[in-house]
């Protein structure tokens, strides 16, 4: 066993970097790569000991592995969770938290303005089996009071929202969940862990997409669900040991890496996010713009209680419409369109004819996404690079 990094609680920068490292009796620096799907034993009896339960040892890279066991104990310690467990991708661990803790009968409460896959689980999936659902807008404290004055089973929410930046009340939804018998799931995509802790405010699982800020460089696909041993171990563990969403361990691996940055690359995006908000909202090409920490955004006071910053991306309408938003999209230069976030190139997307395509248009509407509405995932490039090259994308909406 090494010795312990600490007997003082670590930082999340140190965390980031050196949480869950694993090393082997070769001692090499980096994390190491195990790219194996079985383990060996050495003798028929030690095999059947660790079926039993009564000796610790790897078994199959679908029930753990060395080098996802690192990754799982390094965002375990930077969440301050007990346990974490890793998943294939972000909906595969969105998925199996709901799917694992749900029986037909049940019922679920959920933010309407939510990642588009995760709202089809919600809308169709769930109810397949049974289970009856309900939407209301994360932001009305008073529609969630409403929806959980019957018993509930499980609450899903996302803060900030995916596009519209909307903020729900993480410390109320939760009391008023937990009274109505309900578990309460928070998806931290946008926020990451840096800038928002949820189980400080009474959540009680909360899910990440790692393809997002922690792998961050567009590599690889990944996800995480993390909350108290007890209910990962006896509810989440089960499911996910049976059906088989494990994440490879070169994933893993990459996101470990990735993770080694996460506290220089998330709020460097942040403080660039916040630069671009500012300069849009002088712009009059631009009608409306949603950034936590402008002085115009609704729930700036409820979004500071609760995180730490304003995060990575901005929301915001060209006043001309679909098509001035598509002709200022084909102008930009340096930032690319792609649907994807929380990468270091910066990238933007137009919400209504892509990642809520799908999602009916009066639903869309209720949402506050309209046909001029851009998603600008901020990037690592220098800030005045970015500047620059929004505004001669504006200017390019002027010139007709
Ligand atoms: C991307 C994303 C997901 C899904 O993650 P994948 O890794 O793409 O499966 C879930 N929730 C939010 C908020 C996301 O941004």
């Given at each position: 066993?090494?010795?312990?990094?600490?007997?003082?609680?670590?930082?999340?920068?140190?965390?980031?970097?050196?949480?869950?490292?694993?090393?082997?009796?070769?001692?090499?620096?980096?994390?190491?790569?195990?790219?194996?799907?079985?383990?060996?034993y050495d003798s028929a009896q030690q095999a059947e000991n660790v079926f039993l339960g009564t000796e610790q040892h790897f078994q199959y890279s679908r029930f753990g592995n060395p080098t996802v066991q690192m990754l799982e104990d390094r965002l375990a310690a930077l969440e301050g969770a007990e346990a974490c467990r890793a998943t294939a991708t972000g909906m595969a661990a969105v998925s199996s938290a709901m799917l694992s803790h749900l029986k037909a009968g049940d019922?679920?409460?959920?933010?309407?303005?939510?990642?588009?896959?995760?709202?089809?689980?919600?809308?169709?999936?769930?109810?397949?089996?049974?289970?009856r659902t309900e939407f209301v807008d994360g932001g009305d404290l008073?529609?969630?009071?409403?929806?959980l004055s019957t018993p509930a089973d499980l609450v899903l929410l996302e803060t900030p929202s995916n596009p519209m930046l909307e903020i729900v009340d993480l410390r109320a939804v939760s009391e008023l969940a937990h009274?109505?018998?309900?578990?309460?799931?928070?998806?931290?995509?946008?926020?990451?862990?840096?800038?928002?802790?949820?189980?400080?405010?009474?959540?009680?699982?909360?899910?990440?997409?790692?393809?997002?800020?922690?792998?961050?460089?567009?590599?690889?696909?990944?996800?995480?669900?993390?909350?108290t041993k007890k209910w990962i171990e006896e509810v989440l563990q089960p499911f996910t040991r049976?059906?088989?969403?494990?994440?490879?361990?070169?994933?893993?691996?990459?996101?470990?890496?990735?993770?080694?940055?996460?506290h220089l690359r998330v709020?460097?995006?942040?403080?660039?996010?916040?630069?671009?908000?500012?300069?849009?909202?002088?712009?009059?090409?631009?009608?409306r713009v949603a950034y936590p920490t402008l002085r115009s955004f609704p729930a700036r006071e409820l979004a500071m209680r609760q995180m730490s910053a304003g995060g990575t991306m901005v929301t915001f309408d060209l006043a001309g419409g679909k098509e001035a938003a598509f002709r200022f999209m084909d102008?930009?230069?340096?930032?690319?369109?792609?649907?994807?976030?929380g990468d270091s190139k910066s990238l933007i997307t137009h919400p209504a004819t892509t990642t809520h395509m799908r999602v009916a248009e009066e639903e869309r509407?209720?949402?506050?996404?309209?046909?001029?509405?851009?998603?600008?995932?901020?990037?690592?490039?220098?800030?005045?690079?970015?500047?620059?090259?929004v505004a001669q994308a504006l200017d390019a909406l002027r010139a007709g």
């Open positions: 066993m090494a010795k312990p990094l600490s007997d003082k609680p670590l930082r999340p920068a140190t965390l980031l970097v050196r949480g869950g490292t694993a090393r082997t009796n070769i001692d090499e620096t980096s994390e190491a790569l195990f790219l194996t799907s079985g383990y060996v019922r679920v409460v959920a933010s309407r303005a939510l990642f588009g896959s995760c709202h089809w689980i919600v809308s169709t999936l769930l109810p397949r089996y049974g289970i008073d529609a969630w009071e409403k929806a009274r109505a018998g309900a578990v309460v799931v928070v998806d931290n995509v946008f926020a990451t862990p840096l800038l928002q802790r949820p189980l400080e405010f009474g959540a009680d699982v909360v899910v990440y997409s790692a393809t997002k800020h922690f792998d961050g460089q567009g590599r690889v696909l990944g996800g995480a669900v993390l909350g049976n059906t088989g969403p494990s994440i490879s361990p070169f994933n893993a691996w990459v996101i470990l890496k990735g993770l080694e940055t996460l709020p460097a995006m942040c403080r660039s996010a916040e630069a671009i908000a500012e300069m849009l909202e002088t712009r009059p090409e631009v009608s102008a930009l230069r340096i930032v690319d369109v792609s649907n994807n976030l509407a209720r949402l506050g996404i309209t046909a001029g509405t851009v998603r600008f995932s901020v990037g690592l490039e220098d800030v005045d690079d970015l500047l620059e090259d």
